[in-house]
C-alpha cells in the first residue's frame, strides 16, 4: 500500500526527502539550547562574570535564531512537499475514477468516491507531513534528551525511568480504544455524503412534497452518529493532555526535590544548579516527544483507515479495458445481439437479459417498448460496452465490441441516456463535448435537428447562456433536446435515444424524428421510448419482458401478432380518445 501511495509524492521527493534533514537540524540546535543555558548559569550568573554571560548569551541567541531558521524551512518544505502529495493523489484518485465502469462505479457508489477524494485525502496528507517533520522530530528530541538527561545525572534519570513508561503505556492504551472507532467514522462520512448529495440534486422534489422537515431529520441522524463516534474518540484522545500534564509536573517536583537535596549534599560536585536547570528542561523534552509521538500515532491510525480506502480505488482494475491491437475503425452501424444474456451480479440466476438474439442493419430506426425494469436500458447499454456481456457477444459491423479500442467504439456510438446530464457552462460548451473542434454553425445545425435551436434563441444570451450544474435552469425537455443536439455533434454511426424525448410535447417529438430520417438517414438510431406514437413509424420494433425478447417486427406486424404491444397500443389509444 505505501508503495502504491507514494507514488503520488513524484516531483515533490526532493522537499519531502529535505525535510527531515532540517528537522534534524532543528533538534540538534534544541538540545544545545539547555547546555548553553547550564553553562550561562554556573559560569556566568552563579560565578559573576559578565564576560561569560555576554559570550555564551551571544551563543545563545545564534543557536535559537539557527533552530528558528531550521524550524522554518523544515515547515516550509514539509508543506511543499504534503500539499503537492495531496494534489497528486486527488489527480490519480481522479483520473483512475474516470477509467472506471459503470460496475466499477457501481461497487463504491458515488458519495464514497466522493470522500475518498476529499476527507481521506486530507488525513493522508496531514499524515505525510507528520511522517517528515514530528515523526522525525519526536523519537530524535526522546533519544537526544534521554542521553543529555543521563549524562548529567544518572540518579536523576531513575525518575524518568519510572515516569516514562507509566506514561507511554497510558497514551498508548488509548489509542489501541480509538482506532476502531476511527474504521467506523469514514463510512459514516459517506452516509452524510450521500444524504446531502441525494437533497441538493432531489432539491426540486423535495420542495414540492415539502418534506424540508423530513430530509433535516435524516441528516441530524446520520451528523449526530458521525457527533457520537467523534465524540467518544475524542473522549480517550483528551486524556492524553492531563495525563502529561500530570507526569510533567510530578516529575519536575521530584527532580527539583532530590535535584536540591544532591546539590546541597554533594556542594554541587555531582550536580551544579544550572545542570538542575538543564535537566528539568530535558525531562520536559523527553516527555513532550511522547506526546507527540503519541499524536503522531493517533494521525497514522486515522490516516491508516483512510489510506486502505485510497488504496482500495487505486488498486482498483477497471472491468472493462482495450484488447490489445483494438480495431479503431467502425466501419458501418450494424448491430447485432448473439445470444446475450447479462447480470450486473454476475450471477445466472439474477440476469435481467437471457437469450437475447436481433440484428439490426445499418441505417435502421429501432423502436424499443417494455415495461419497468424490463431490461430497456441494459439491452442498448451494452452496445457502447458500458457494461460487458455475461455471455454471449454483442456486434458492431460484425465485430465483437469488446475487440474494438473503447474510445473509438463510444467515438461512434453517441447515446443520450435517461438521466440526461448537463453540466456548468454555455450552452455551446456543453453541446462541444459531441466535438470539441466543432464550428458554431454545427453547433447550431444539430440544435436545429434536435429542435432546441428556437428557445435558444429566445434566450437573451443565445448560445451563450449559462447552464448551471445539472441544467437547472433550463426544462426538462429542453435538458432532453439539448443533449439530443449534444449527441448528434459527434457524428456517430448508431444513436441511443433511452427514453429521452419523454418530457417533449408530441409535435416536438415528431418533428426531431423527422429531421432524424432526412438528416442522418444511414445512422442506426434505436429509439426507446413509452409512447408507442415515438416508435411506431420506426423499421421494426422490439417488445421486451422480464428481460427477454417477446416481440420484434413491425408496428402492424406486432399489433396482429404481439398482445403486451397490442395491450400498449389500445390503452395509449383509448387515453388518447378520452382526452381528445
Not at 455551446?428 to 434563441?457: M, P, Y
Request: include cysteine.
Amino acid at each position: 500500500m505505501l508503495k502504491t501511495l507514494g507514488k503520488s509524492v513524484r516531483e515533490f521527493k526532493k522537499p519531502a526527502l529535505l525535510t527531515p534533514v532540517f528537522v534534524t537540524l532543528e533538534v540538534v540546535m534544541d538540545v544545545i539550547i539547555p547546555l548553553l543555558m547550564a553553562k550561562l548559569i554556573d559560569e556566568g550568573v552563579y560565578a559573576g562574570e559578565m564576560s561569560a554571560v555576554y559570550k555564551i548569551g551571544l551563543q545563545l541567541v545564534l543557536t535559537a535564531f539557527l533552530a528558528l531558521i531550521f524550524g522554518c524551512l523544515s515547515g516550509v518544505l514539509a508543506a511543499k512537499a504534503s500539499g503537492g502529495f495531496a494534489k497528486n493523489l486527488r489527480k490519480d484518485l481522479y483520473y483512475k475514477v474516470q477509467d472506471f465502469s459503470f460496475s466499477n462505479i457501481d461497487k463504491f457508489s458515488t458519495a464514497s468516491l466522493v470522500t475518498r477524494l476529499t476527507t481521506d485525502v486530507s488525513n493522508v496528507q496531514q499524515a505525510f507531513q507528520m511522517l517528515t517533520r514530528i515523526t522525525v522530530r519526536a523519537p530524535l528530541m526522546l533519544i537526544s534528551s534521554v542521553i543529555m538527561a543521563i549524562s548529567i545525572n544518572s540518579k536523576l534519570s531513575l525518575i524518568l525511568l519510572l515516569v516514562v513508561p507509566l506514561v507511554a503505556i497510558a497514551l498508548f492504551l488509548g489509542l489501541r480504544y480509538v482506532h476502531p472507532i476511527m474504521d467506523s467514522v469514514f463510512k459514516k462520512y459517506d452516509n452524510l455524503n450521500a444524504v446531502v448529495e441525494e437533497n441538493v440534486n432531489g432539491i426540486r422534489v423535495v420542495k414540492s412534497f415539502v418534506t424540508e422537515e423530513k430530509e433535516k431529520k435524516k441528516f441530524k441522524k446520520v451528523s449526530k452518529d458521525i457527533f457520537d463516534s467523534f465524540s467518544k474518540a475524542e473522549k480517550i484522545m483528551a486524556l492524553n493532555s492531563p495525563v502529561m500534564q500530570f507526569a510533567i509536573y510530578l516529575c519536575i517536583i521530584l527532580i527539583s526535590w532530590f535535584g536540591a537535596q544532591i546539590i546541597v549534599n554533594t556542594n554541587m560536585t555531582d550536580l551544579t544548579t544550572g545542570q538542575l536547570s538543564t535537566f528539568i528542561t530535558y525531562s520536559t523534552q523527553i516527555l513532550s516527544s511522547l506526546m507527540m509521538i503519541s499524536m503522531v500515532v493517533m494521525m497514522m491510525t486515522i490516516a491508516s483507515s483512510s489510506a486502505n480506502r485510497i488504496y482500495e480505488v487505486l488498486i482498483e482494475e477497471p472491468s472493462i479495458k482495450n484488447k490489445e491491437n483494438a480495431i479503431k475503425e467502425v466501419k458501418n452501424g450494424d448491430i447485432e445481439f448473439d445470444n446475450v444474456s447479462f447480470s450486473y451480479v454476475d450471477d445466472k440466476d439474477k440476469e435481467c437479459l437471457t437469450d437475447i438474439n436481433i440484428k439490426i442493419k445499418s441505417g435502421e430506426t429501432i423502436g424499443i417498448i417494455g415495461g419497468t425494469g424490463s431490461g430497456k436500458s441494459t439491452l442498448v447499454n451494452l452496445i457502447p460496452r458500458l457494461y460487458d456481456v455475461t455471455e454471449g457477444s454483442v456486434k458492431v459491423a460484425g465485430i465483437d465490441v469488446r475487440d474494438y479500442d473503447i474510445k473509438s467504439l463510444r467515438d461512434e456510438v453517441s447515446c443520450v441516456l435517461q438521466k440526461n446530464v448537463l453540466f456548468s457552462g454555455t450552452i455551446t460548451e456543453n453541446i462541444k463535448w459531441g466535438d470539441e473542434n466543432a464550428s458554431l454553425e454545427d453547433v447550431q445545425r444539430v440544435c436545429k435537428l434536435a429542435q432546441a435551436d428556437e428557445f435558444i434563441q429566445s434566450f437573451p444570451d443565445k448560445y451563450d447562456t449559462y447552464i448551471e450544474q445539472g441544467g437547472t435552469n433550463v426544462s426538462g425537455g429542453q435538458k432532453q433536446r439539448l443533449c439530443i443536439a449534444r449527441a448528434l455533434l459527434k457524428k456517430p454511426k448508431i444513436l441511443i435515444l433511452d427514453d429521452s424525448t419523454s418530457a417533449v410535447d408530441t409535435k416536438t417529438d415528431s418533428l426531431i424524428r423527422k429531421a432524424f430520417r432526412e438528416e442522418i438517414p444511414n445512422t442506426t438510431k434505436i429509439i426507446i421510448a413509452q409512447r408507442i406514437s415515438s416508435i411506431e413509424d420506426a423499421d421494426k420494433i422490439i417488445v421486451i419482458d422480464d428481460g427477454k425478447i417477446n416481440g420484434f417486427g413491425t408496428h402492424e406486424k406486432l399489433l396482429a401478432t404481439n398482445e403486451i404491444y397490442k395491450d400498449v397500443y389500445e390503452s395509449q389509444m383509448k387515453g388518447s380518445d378520452i382526452n381528445g
